[in-house]
């Protein structure tokens, strides 16, 4: 073990099964000799040239119709999207082509297509560079969607993605990547499946269920919870295609209380998806109303002051839990 | 110039493609489509020409408009019509009909019913192939609609900069639906497009297979050998509707269609064959009934095939 960051983390895994597989190469912008924005390909070019670390014009319908293509036929594309925002501009791409190739090809073609960039808000980035959207990937048939919130899940989970046969949507929260934390040396082969949910802290009064950046603030504020003998459970899904909703069942039943904490919208969003299960297959274990505290439903403004009113805080993630607890 | 066996074989395949579709529109009529039927009849000669550079291993994609590439792709024409009557036989095993055509087994990768992604499609399977250092090519065929589309200009901009062996095969059939290419573009001359983006462009006569067949195979030539992407326009006409079943009048002239209809690919391949002395018309009615028989056989086929189970019905979503 040794701590290392969540983007040094991913590179890891991308390099060593860049070695193995030949057909696999990143597109992007400056994600050649610059290394990407965000450094997730750093030191790369020099190992494996232009070809497999494909610097591409500001074209993102192209290059992921391209990656479809190439998907198709026998490579194993990564689509590195810098700010995660850019990929509506591929959005027919990737829904009514990548999405679906399996499936009209009644299983004959697979889509081993890797769709990564970072998203969220925090950082003055303005509303054309905060967006996370995963939700809506979610909804569509063909997508597994992962949102890692340290560096041993994004690793785990990044092993995973770069052996799947279905188009991937890796997510990386901006206000994350820099975040060190335990990871298992470099020998150590270890990978997390999509699908299954991580109790990022036990507990026994209420479950709250939250992902990337919101997962680390939820702890922060269940550890000063616990202070005042408040005991919460943290559930981090890790990915919400496929959503392991029998690990979040398992925790209602033992607090009899649930809240989500979610940085994206609410409306028709994966508090709403979580609640209606838990209303489908886990009402009677319910104490209290299920709850959900997500992003306002707005474009996000630039200034810090705005910036901080649109997201969930330490505090109105203490207040929701101190809500439910109270009914 | 093809050999006498490469001709009698581009015009059997003209011929295949001719008869399934006339074959389909007979169907439409009498009800065993349960969906859209593109006809690709006037356009025979360029799906035969281009395809007939191609193997199994290299990657086609295609349009709304799609049957006459999978036919020419090397997909029996029973597996079409089983598709287009819904069945679990046909090549998509009935989750497709006329615009989702796969077949990758013989490297037909789809047709679609969104204009321009195939475009995309192809550079990527290119990508694929210089990438792993493969010697196949990366073909898309499309119409004129799409030339207008940014999947165009941003696929034939990306398969120029990273010279990829890719073919982009516009059939200028002169209207997207009722849409003139004359309306939609200030210069409808779209293989002089090429040169914007530093590929080379060709221009021909889509109803002369002979020329497309030169224009496809010099394209792939180059594309095989690492010489990178070419457009190649075809300039031809459709000579049934957009769609079975719908209206044909209004935004062309019907002496305009007996235009066309007098440059029929097939009849002017035939005639350059027997004036050439490649083929005696007995060698071309022979082929032309042994095609009916096929054709016809694929009919029965199709009618007496299931129809796919209905619990499948979400099978297949992920790996």
Same mark, same amino acid.
């Given at each position: 073990?040794?701590?290392?960051?969540?983007?040094?983390?991913?590179?890891?895994?991308?390099?060593?099964?860049?070695?193995?597989?030949?057909?696999?190469?990143?597109?992007?912008?400056?994600?050649?000799?610059?290394?990407?924005?965000?450094?997730?390909?750093?030191?790369?070019?020099?190992?494996?040239?232009?070809?497999?670390?494909?610097?591409?014009?500001?074209?993102?319908?192209?290059?992921?119709?391209?990656?479809?293509?190439?998907?198709?036929?026998?490579?194993?594309?990564?689509?590195?999207?810098?700010?995660?925002?850019?990929?509506?501009?591929?959005?027919?791409?990737?829904?009514?082509?990548?999405?679906?190739?399996?499936?009209?090809?009644?299983?004959?073609?697979?889509?081993?297509?890797?769709?990564?960039?970072?998203?969220?808000?925090?950082?003055?980035?303005?509303?054309?560079?905060?967006?996370?959207?995963?939700?809506?990937?979610?909804?569509?048939?063909?997508?597994?969607?992962?949102?890692?919130?340290?560096?041993?899940?994004?690793?785990?989970?990044?092993?995973?993605?770069?052996?799947?046969?279905?188009?991937?949507?890796?997510?990386?929260?901006?206000?994350?990547?820099?975040?060190?934390?335990?990871?298992?040396?470099?020998?150590?082969?270890?990978?997390?499946?999509?699908?299954?949910?991580?109790?990022?802290?036990?507990?026994?009064?209420?479950?709250?269920?939250?992902?990337?950046?919101?997962?680390?603030?939820?702890?922060?504020?269940?550890?000063?919870?616990?202070?005042?003998?408040?005991?919460?459970?943290?559930?981090?899904?890790?990915?919400?295609?496929?959503?392991?909703?029998?690990?979040?069942?398992?925790?209602?039943?033992?607090?009899?209380?649930?809240?989500?904490?979610?940085?994206?919208?609410?409306?028709?969003?994966?508090?709403?998806?979580?609640?209606?299960?838990?209303?489908?297959?886990?009402?009677?274990?319910?104490?209290?109303?299920?709850?959900?505290?997500?992003?306002?439903?707005?474009?996000?403004?630039?200034?810090?002051?705005?910036?901080?009113?649109?997201?969930?805080?330490?505090?109105?993630?203490?207040?929701?839990?101190?809500?439910?607890?109270?009914? | 110039?093809?050999?006498?066996?490469?001709?009698?074989?581009?015009?059997?395949?003209?011929?295949?493609?001719?008869?399934?579709?006339?074959?389909?529109?007979?169907?439409?009529?009498?009800?065993?489509?349960?969906?859209?039927?593109?006809?690709?009849?006037?356009?025979?000669?360029?799906?035969?020409?281009?395809?007939?550079?191609?193997?199994?291993?290299?990657?086609?994609?295609?349009?709304?408009?799609?049957?006459?590439?999978?036919?020419?792709? +090397? !997909?029996?024409?029973?597996?079409?019509? $089983?598709?287009?009557?819904? %069945? *679990?036989? &046909?090549?998509?095993?009935? #989750?497709?009909?006329?615009?989702?055509?796969?077949?990758?087994?013989?490297?037909?990768?789809?047709?679609?019913?969104?204009?321009?992604?195939?475009?995309?499609?192809?550079?990527?399977?290119?990508?694929?192939?210089?990438?792993?250092?493969?010697?196949?090519?990366?073909?898309?065929?499309?119409?004129?609609?799409?030339?207008?589309?940014?999947?165009?200009?941003?696929?034939?901009?990306?398969?120029?900069?990273?010279?990829?062996?890719?073919?982009?095969?516009?059939?200028?059939?002169?209207?997207?639906?009722?849409?003139?290419?004359?309306?939609?573009?200030?210069?409808?001359?779209?293989?002089?497009?090429?040169?914007?983006?530093?590929?080379? +462009? !060709?221009?021909?006569?889509?109803?002369? $297979?002979?020329?497309?067949? %030169? *224009?496809? &195979?010099?394209?792939?030539? #180059?594309?095989?050998?690492?010489?990178?992407?070419?457009?190649?326009?075809?300039?031809?006409?459709?000579?049934?509707?957009?769609?079975?079943?719908?209206?044909?009048?209004?935004?062309?002239?019907?002496?305009?269609?007996?235009?066309?209809?007098?440059?029929?690919?097939?009849?002017?391949?035939?005639?350059?064959?027997?004036?050439?002395?490649?083929?005696?018309?007995?060698?071309?009615?022979?082929?032309?009934?042994?095609?009916?028989?096929?054709?016809?056989?694929?009919?029965?086929?199709?009618?007496?095939?299931?129809?796919?189970?209905?619990?499948?019905?979400?099978?297949?979503?992920?790996?």
């Amino acid at each position: 073990m040794r701590d290392i960051t969540f983007t040094a983390a991913t590179r890891e895994a991308l390099a060593e099964r860049m070695a193995v597989d030949p057909s696999i190469f990143v597109v992007g912008e400056g994600i050649g000799p610059r290394g990407g924005n965000f450094g997730t390909t750093l030191g790369l070019y020099e190992k494996y040239g232009a070809l497999r670390l494909c610097d591409t014009p500001i074209a993102e319908r192209g290059f992921v119709g391209l990656c479809c293509g190439a998907a198709m036929t026998g490579s194993r594309p990564i689509v590195d999207f810098m700010f995660f925002d850019f990929i509506l501009d591929a959005m027919g791409e990737l829904f009514n082509q990548i999405a679906k190739m399996q499936y009209m090809s009644s299983g004959r073609l697979t889509m081993p297509i890797l769709l990564r960039g970072c998203i969220g808000i925090g950082s003055s980035a303005a509303t054309h560079h905060s967006g996370s959207y995963y939700p809506i990937f979610a909804h569509i048939p063909g997508f597994r969607v992962v949102v890692p919130s340290n560096p041993y899940d994004a690793k785990g989970l990044f092993r995973t993605a770069l052996r799947s046969d279905d188009p991937v949507l890796f997510l990386e929260h901006k206000n994350i990547l820099h975040l060190k934390g335990p990871v298992p040396d470099e020998d150590d082969d270890y990978a997390i499946p999509f699908g299954l949910a991580n109790v990022a802290r036990e507990g026994r009064d209420i479950t709250v269920v939250s992902l990337g950046l919101m997962l680390r603030k939820t702890l922060e504020v269940a550890e000063k919870l616990a202070a005042e003998g408040i005991s919460v459970e943290v559930i981090d899904p890790r990915t919400i295609a496929p959503l392991d909703m029998d690990t979040i069942l398992a925790s209602l039943k033992k607090t009899g209380r649930i809240l989500v904490v979610d940085e994206t919208f609410a409306p028709c969003g994966i508090g709403a998806e979580i609640i209606a299960q838990v209303n489908e297959r886990g009402f009677d274990d319910l104490d209290a109303p299920p709850a959900r505290l997500h992003g306002a439903h707005t474009p996000t403004p630039y200034s810090p002051t705005l910036e901080a009113a649109v997201v969930p805080t330490p505090q109105s993630i203490t207040q929701a839990i101190r809500d439910v607890l109270a009914e | 110039m093809p050999t006498k066996e490469q001709s009698l074989s581009l015009y059997r395949t003209m011929q295949v493609i001719r008869q399934t579709e006339e074959a389909l529109a007979r169907s439409h009529q009498a009800g065993l489509i349960h969906g859209a039927c593109h006809t690709y009849v006037g356009e025979e000669a360029i799906a035969s020409g281009v395809c007939a550079h191609l193997t199994h291993q290299d990657a086609v994609f295609s349009t709304h408009r799609g049957h006459g590439h999978a036919l020419a792709k +090397g !997909v029996p024409p029973r597996e079409l019509i $089983a598709e287009l009557f819904g %069945r *679990a036989t &046909g090549c998509s095993r009935g #989750r497709g009909g006329s615009m989702h055509l796969f077949s990758p087994e013989v490297g037909m990768m789809g047709t679609s019913g969104i204009v321009g992604p195939c475009i995309l499609q192809a550079a990527g399977a290119g990508f694929t192939f210089k990438l792993l250092n493969q010697p196949h090519v990366g073909v898309a065929f499309f119409g004129d609609g799409a030339s207008n589309n940014g999947a165009f200009h941003e696929g034939l901009n990306l398969a120029a900069i990273y010279q990829l062996p890719a073919i982009f095969v516009c059939e200028n059939n002169q209207f997207a639906t009722e849409i003139a290419i004359t309306y939609s573009t200030r210069n409808p001359d779209v293989w002089t497009k090429a040169a914007s983006f530093g590929m080379p +462009g !060709v221009c021909v006569d889509g109803n002369d $297979a002979g020329a497309v067949w %030169r *224009a496809a &195979g010099e394209a792939v030539e #180059r594309a095989r050998a690492g010489g990178g992407p070419t457009l190649i326009e075809c300039k031809t006409y459709r000579t049934r509707a957009h769609a079975e079943g719908m209206r044909d009048g209004g935004y062309r002239s019907m002496e305009e269609v007996e235009k066309w209809k007098a440059r029929d690919p097939i009849k002017l391949y035939a005639a350059q064959l027997t004036s050439q002395g490649q083929a005696a018309s007995g060698e071309l009615d022979a082929i032309a009934a042994e095609v009916k028989a096929l054709v016809d056989e694929a009919v029965e086929f199709a009618k007496a095939s299931p129809y796919p189970d209905g619990a499948t019905a979400t099978e297949h979503i992920y790996a």
